[in-house]
């Protein structure tokens, strides 16, 4: 999935959201990606909507380590 973030370094535009180096979810549909650019090297960070087929890889990994996305929405005891 490419997206439109651009590079500061070089300008090019076009990132696979699949290739991060991290990802700080925002909620369940964004997260904060950062990535390295492919032509210059520079590391890019972006907000962007998550891909859906990575949504359910999140959404797991969430419930493992008890983060936000992956609680109920029952009150905490």
Same mark, same amino acid.
């Given at each position: 999935?490419? @997206?439109?973030?651009? !590079?500061?370094? !070089? *300008?090019?535009?076009?990132? $696979? %959201?699949?290739?991060?180096?991290?990802?700080?979810? &925002?909620? $369940?549909?964004? /997260?904060?990606?950062? %990535?390295? !650019?492919?032509?210059?090297?520079?590391?890019?960070?972006?907000?962007? /909507? &998550?891909? %859906? $087929? %990575?949504?359910?890889?999140?959404?797991?990994? /969430? &419930?493992?380590? =008890?983060? =936000?996305? *992956?609680?109920? @929405?029952?009150?905490?005891?």
């Amino acid at each position: 999935m490419a @997206n439109r973030i651009t !590079c500061p370094n !070089c *300008g090019r535009i076009k990132f $696979d %959201l699949h290739d991060y180096e991290s990802m700080i979810v &925002i909620d $369940d549909r964004h /997260a904060l990606f950062s %990535l390295r !650019c492919p032509t210059c090297g520079q590391t890019v960070s972006s907000v962007q /909507a &998550i891909p %859906l $087929d %990575l949504r359910e890889e999140v959404r797991f990994a /969430a &419930i493992e380590v =008890g983060a =936000g996305m *992956g609680r109920s @929405n029952r009150s905490e005891e």
